[in-house]
């Protein structure tokens, strides 16, 4: 049976696990093949690891009893731990949440299919003079305030130019300025 593909927006990834997948496959930004490699560690991550209990999931509902103990439908301690244990333990595959430097890090621009990651440089040349602009705080600034691809690439000139044959990319970590349009692929 073929199952339908679930496009998941909003997943972030730090920029340092973004650029070791994409350098991993050969790809210079996010593609088929990064898709196809994240897809496979998630697969057999699931396939590795134990499931966390969803109360929700399977219609049951945690009760407390009088001593303020969370118990199951039995009154025991849920997945028979002992009685003497004050609060419930994460699973032993629960990985530590990130810090706030690792959040802001993992987030960024999304220009139409490309996604720019915070701290990503982009240049663009008109007439022998350059143009540069940041990404920070999920939005593009330059030296006149926040833009856009489209506004950097004809800040000077006709105002016509093909924004993704015209803007350079450096993604953060890398030395390697990339044309826009190979980020598309």
């Not at 909003?10 to 994240?38: N, Q, R, W």
């Not at 609060?87 to 996604?115: C, I, N």
């Not at 040349?125 to 833009?147: H, K, L, M």
């Amino acid at each position: 049976m073929d199952h339908p593909d679930y496009p998941i927006g909003g997943i972030h990834l730090p920029s340092k696990v973004f650029m070791a997948l994409t350098d991993h496959v050969g790809e210079p930004c996010y593609g088929p093949k990064s898709e196809a490699a994240l897809s496979a560690l998630i697969r057999q991550w699931v396939a590795s690891t134990p499931a966390a209990h969803c109360a929700w999931k399977d219609g049951e509902e945690d009760e407390e009893d009088e001593g303020g103990e969370e118990t199951g439908k039995e009154g025991a301690p849920p997945n028979g731990a002992a009685a003497e244990a004050s609060s419930p333990q994460p699973p032993a595959s629960t990985a530590p949440l990130p810090s706030a430097p690792a959040l802001l890090a993992s987030r960024g621009y999304q220009w139409k299919d490309v996604f720019l990651p915070n701290g990503t440089e982009l240049r663009t040349i008109y007439c022998g003079r350059s143009a540069y602009a940041t990404v920070e705080d999920e939005q593009i600034i330059s030296d006149s305030g926040p833009t856009t691809p489209s506004r950097l690439a004809n800040r000077r000139g006709c105002g016509t130019r093909n924004v993704w044959q015209t803007v350079w990319l450096r993604l953060p970590g890398s030395t390697l300025w990339q044309r826009a349009a190979d980020c598309r692929r």
